[in-house]
């Protein structure tokens, strides 16, 4: 996992490990109904550095009071009217397939193998506070594919149009 700053603002992690993955926009315990997010895993050195810079890094609670607290950062994936929506792709062995707003809680059960993303900064300031707050601006995912898929994939769809005119 790298952190390259960019001229905009922007930090590229490459193969970094996310969770907490919640494309869908489903309610939940720490979001409310339709905001699409997720958390990017991190180490100590580049969460060190991306708080000092002002981005909101959290750390869990490790599960075995000999391990350390893991680091993570908060990602909102915003497909709203302003300004232009994440760019999210599936990689297989077929290729790349971008995800659309309708499409894009696919994420949330794929079988990640690799994850490289771009998140663009929102600075913000309220009652004297300031911080950063990360949203996604690209998403490169590879996915693991199932064998059976693999092995069926130059099978042409569909039979099921032929099955279902049958019936009519």
């Known amino acids: 996992m790298a952190r390259k700053p960019n001229?905009?603002?922007?930090?590229v992690l490459e193969d970094v490990e996310i969770g907490f993955r919640n494309f869908s926009g489903q309610v939940g315990k720490y979001n409310k109904e339709g905001e699409?997010?997720?958390v990017v895993f991190m180490n100590d050195d580049i969460a060190t550095r991306l708080a000092d810079d002002?981005?909101?890094?959290?750390?869990?609670?490790?599960?075995?009071?000999?391990?350390?607290?893991?680091?993570?950062?908060?990602?909102?994936?915003?497909?709203?009217?302003?300004?232009?929506?994440?760019?999210?792709v599936l990689v297989t062995s077929r290729g790349k397939t971008v995800l659309t707003a309708d499409t894009v809680s696919l994420?949330?059960?794929?079988?990640?193998?690799?994850a490289d993303c771009?998140?663009?900064p929102?600075?913000?300031?309220?009652?004297?506070?300031?911080?950063?707050?990360?949203?996604?601006?690209?998403?490169y995912l590879t996915i693991r594919e199932d064998p059976l898929e693999?092995?069926?994939?130059?099978?042409?769809?569909?039979?099921?149009?032929?099955?279902?005119?049958?019936?009519?």
């Not at 001229?7 to 930090?11: F, S, W």
């Not at 994420?107 to 690799?114: F, L, R, S, Y």
């Open 7 to 11: 001229d905009d603002g922007t930090i």
């Open 36 to 38: 699409k997010s997720f």
């Open 54 to 88: 002002g981005w909101n890094v959290k750390y869990l609670k490790p599960l075995d009071e000999e391990d350390s607290p893991q680091a993570y950062l908060s990602v909102s994936v915003n497909y709203g009217t302003r300004g232009r929506p994440p760019k999210v």
């Open 107 to 114: 994420v949330d059960w794929a079988e990640i193998v690799k």
């Open 118 to 120: 771009i998140i663009r």
């Open 122 to 139: 929102y600075h913000w300031e309220v009652n004297e506070n300031t911080g950063i707050k990360a949203y996604l601006r690209d998403l």
């Open 150 to 168: 693999l092995k069926y994939a130059d099978v042409p769809p569909s039979a099921m149009s032929e099955i279902t005119s049958e019936a009519e």
